[in-house]
C-alpha cells in the first residue's frame, strides 16, 4: 500500500514536470528583449482627450504632437489621442483634467471663459482681422498672460493652437445682414461675450456642447450657427443646414492644457521635451490651421444643396457696429481693459 501511494505520488510528480516543460512554464528562457517592449517599466503615458474630428486643425495637431513627444523622449512617453469627445466632452472635460481622470485636453478658449473671465477677450467680434495677428497674439507675451490665469485652477497651460475665423450657418434663411439673425436660435460656445453678442442682433444664442450640434441642427432645434469651415465640413453640418455666410466676425482657437500635477510629476528632462514638441506643434498648426480652413472651404464650395455667401464689405460694416454693445459689455462685465489694450496694439483697427 505505501509502495503503491510513493508510486502514485511519483507519477502525479513527473506528470507536472512534463506538462510544465512541454508548455515552456518551467526552464522558460526570457523572451527576446524587442521595440515593443522597450523601456515599458518606465513608460509614461499621457491622454488626450478632444472633442473634434481628426482631420481638423486641432485633431491633425493633436496626432502630431502625440509623435513628436514619443519621439523626442525616444518613446519613453507615449501620447494616446481620442478624437471626436470619444472619451469626454465639452461638459465633462475640464473636470476630468482638474481630477486627474485625463492628462491633457485642447478645449477652446471659448469653453474656458466659464472658469477665466478674461479669456472672453478672444471672444470679442471683429477684433481680430488676420490669422497673423492671432498667431502673434496667442504665442507671444499676451497669450502667456492669459495661461497664467490658470494658475488656481491646477492646470498647466502648455500654449495656444488656432482654428480660424467663424462664420455663420443658417437652415431655411441665408444671413445677408445681421437683421436676418433677428429671432433665430443660433448655437453657441458657452461664453458670455459670445451669447452677449447674439443677443445684441435680436437672435437667441443656445449654448451647447459640440457633440450635440449636429443632432440639434438636423432636429431644427436650433437654426443656424457660427464656426470655422473645417468644423463646418468635418462635422457634416453642411447635411444639416443649407447656407453658409462668409462673415469672419469672430475667431475660434485653443488652450493646450495638462493636470499640473501630472506635470510637475515629469522628470525636468521630460517636460523639456515635450515644451519643445510642443513649440513645434504649434508653429506647424498655425500654417496647417490656414490651409485647412481654405481646402474645406473649396470642399463646401462644390457641394450641391449649400449656398455660401459673402457678406458685402457695406453690410460687414454695419454687422460691425451693430455689435459695439459687445464691447461695452466686455468692460463692465470683465475686470480687464489691460489686455484688450494691449492686443489693439498689435491689431490694425
Ligand atoms: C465648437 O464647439 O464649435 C468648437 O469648439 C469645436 C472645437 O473644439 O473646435
Do not use: C
Amino acid at each position: 500500500m505505501k509502495k503503491f501511494i510513493i508510486g502514485s505520488i511519483l507519477s502525479v510528480l513527473l506528470l507536472t514536470i512534463g506538462i510544465g516543460i512541454q508548455q515552456g512554464l518551467l526552464f522558460a528562457k526570457p523572451l527576446p528583449y524587442d521595440d515593443e517592449q522597450k523601456g515599458l517599466d518606465t513608460q509614461i503615458t499621457i491622454h488626450l482627450s478632444h472633442v473634434v474630428a481628426e482631420n481638423t486643425p486641432k485633431g491633425l495637431a493633436a496626432n502630431k504632437f502625440a509623435e513628436l513627444v514619443e519621439e523626442k523622449t525616444d518613446g519613453e512617453v507615449k501620447v494616446h489621442v481620442y478624437p471626436n469627445a470619444s472619451f469626454y466632452n465639452d461638459e465633462n472635460e475640464f473636470k476630468a483634467l482638474q481630477n486627474g481622470d485625463v492628462e491633457m485636453i485642447i478645449p477652446t478658449f471659448s469653453k474656458m471663459t466659464t472658469y477665466l473671465p478674461k479669456w472672453q477677450v478672444l471672444d470679442l467680434p471683429y477684433l481680430f482681422n488676420t490669422d497673423e495677428e492671432v498667431h502673434d497674439v496667442l504665442t507671444g507675451s499676451i497669450g502667456e498672460q492669459l495661461l497664467a490665469e490658470l494658475e488656481p485652477y491646477q492646470v498647466k497651460g502648455l500654449g495656444f493652437w488656432h482654428n480660424g475665423f467663424k462664420h455663420l450657418t443658417s437652415a431655411d434663411l441665408p444671413i445677408h445682414t445681421f437683421e436676418n439673425l433677428q429671432g433665430l436660435r443660433v448655437r453657441t460656445m458657452p461664453s458670455k461675450t459670445l451669447e452677449k453678442q447674439f443677443e445684441t442682433v435680436g437672435a437667441i444664442p443656445v449654448p451647447i456642447s459640440f457633440s450635440e450640434v449636429f443632432s440639434d441642427l438636423e432636429k431644427h432645434a436650433i437654426e443656424a450657427q457660427e464656426n470655422t469651415a473645417s468644423n463646418i465640413y468635418s462635422k457634416g453640418f453642411y447635411k444639416v443646414q443649407q447656407h453658409m455666410t462668409l462673415t469672419k466676425h469672430g475667431i475660434l482657437g485653443y488652450s493646450v492644457l495638462m493636470n499640473e500635477k501630472f506635470w510637475q510629476s515629469l522628470p525636468s528632462k521630460i517636460q523639456k521635451q515635450i515644451t519643445e514638441a510642443m513649440k513645434e506643434t504649434t508653429d506647424w498648426q498655425f500654417e496647417q490651421a490656414v490651409l485647412m480652413n481654405e481646402k474645406d472651404l473649396r470642399k463646401l464650395q462644390q457641394l450641391d444643396n449649400f449656398e455660401i455667401y459673402k457678406m458685402s464689405a457695406k453690410e460687414r460694416a454695419r454687422f460691425k457696429e451693430k455689435l459695439v454693445p459687445v464691447y461695452d459689455y466686455y468692460y463692465a462685465n470683465v475686470d480687464d481693459e489691460k489686455i484688450l489694450e494691449q492686443i489693439q496694439k498689435i491689431v490694425s483697427p
